[in-house]
Antibody, heavy 121, light 106 residues
């Protein structure tokens, strides 16, 4: 069955960096788009970034553009989010999610359980 | 950016009742609308994609409708496990989510 397992979250200070990982299994990773979505405590869902199956095309939300970078390693069935210049408002649960097709902007049919990132001094 | 508005913010109903949730887009989104369910402490789950298509394994009591800018999710008869928060999402442009509707037990 499809499994997505995020890791790399934690408590960090403002201005520092963190890299999140998402280990995928149970499907042919290299043939699906992947995305990151976050949820601040007690708030709604916010889309962050999407990447194409081969990693050649990527898009980021304006709120994180220039600070966050999505990437993938198909040889490892892994998705990443490099997060730089972290701010208090980046505190959230970060979910990786699989798109339902080979298009990077399709519905998200499987989600990981999320990893918590807390940015605090 | 396309803004999604959901109503009501909270829906108080009893098990067995019918729930109708609304989602309105700030511009036409050509039916590229999905609905997700999120139970407390869990990740979101895809229910409906492209307005009316049920995702794999989703019970038939969930149905989606609408077009252009106005969309609805209907739960024909609420089961105890359906009390949760529901989000709509558009993918006509880069994705945005609505603020959510909480379906709570009356």
């Amino acid at each position: 069955q499809v499994q997505l397992v995020e890791s790399g979250g934690g408590v960090v200070q403002p201005g520092t960096s963190l890299r999140l990982s998402c280990a995928a299994s149970g499907f042919t990773f290299s043939t699906y788009g992947m995305q990151w979505v976050r949820q601040a405590p007690g708030k709604g869902l916010e889309w962050l970034a999407a990447v194409s199956p081969d990693g050649s095309d990527e898009h980021h939300a304006d709120s994180v553009k220039g600070r966050f970078t999505i990437s993938r390693d198909n040889s490892k069935s892994a998705l990443y989010m490099q997060m730089n210049s972290l701010r208090a408002e980046d505190t959230a649960v970060y979910y990786c999610a699989k798109t339902s097709s080979n298009w990077l902007n399709d519905a998200l049919d499987f989600w990981g359980q999320g990893t918590m990132v807390t940015v605090s001094s | 950016e396309i803004v999604l508005t959901q109503s009501p913010a909270t829906l108080s109903l009893s098990p067995g009742e019918r729930a109708t949730l609304s989602c309105r887009a700030s511009q036409s989104i050509n039916n590229y609308l999905a609905w997700y369910q999120q139970r407390p402490g869990q990740a979101p789950r895809l229910l409906i994609y492209d307005t009316f298509n049920r995702a794999t394994g989703i019970p038939a009591r969930f149905s989606g409708s609408g077009s252009g800018t106005d969309f609805s999710l209907t739960i024909s008869s609420l089961e105890p496990e359906d009390f949760a928060v529901y989000y709509c999402q558009q993918r006509y442009t880069w994705p945005t989510f609505g603020p959510g509707t909480k379906v709570e037990i009356k």
